[in-house]
Nanobody, 125 residues
């Protein structure tokens, strides 16, 4: 199994940027599919971004395409979410997740096995 800890959240003004980090321990992230989800107050946890670096593809929710970028650093065993041009509607708790499944699209919560505790991102108007 793998343990995940998110960091990098905070309060920013609309139009600003943040980079979230997801540090993994227990296993190397190279053996897992990794993704980011977010949950705003009163809403369900929703897909944000994922990627298969071995397969050479990434996927993003329509709401963040062109603004967010998912990446990884295997040497640091860390996954990142670079968030640019932030909007107030991006305000949420952001979660990192790991999947041990193979051949999955990694777009739904059910495809992930391990979750971090989340980091708060607040975007002011």
């Amino acid at each position: 199994q793998v343990q995940l800890v998110e960091s990098g959240g905070g309060l920013v003004q609309a139009g600003g940027s943040l980079r979230l980090s997801c540090a993994a321990s227990g296993r190397t992230i190279s053996t897992y599919g990794m993704g980011w989800f977010r949950q705003a107050p009163g809403k369900e946890r929703e897909f944000v971004a994922t990627g298969s670096w071995s397969g050479g593809w990434t996927r993003y929710a329509d709401s963040v395409k062109g603004r967010f970028t998912i990446s990884r650093d295997n040497a640091k065993n860390t996954v990142y979410l670079q968030m640019d041009s932030l909007k107030p509607e991006d305000t949420a708790v952001y979660y990192c997740a790991a999947s041990r499944r193979g051949g999955a699209l990694l777009l739904s919560r059910a495809e992930y096995d391990y979750w971090g505790q989340g980091t708060q991102v607040t975007v002011s108007s």
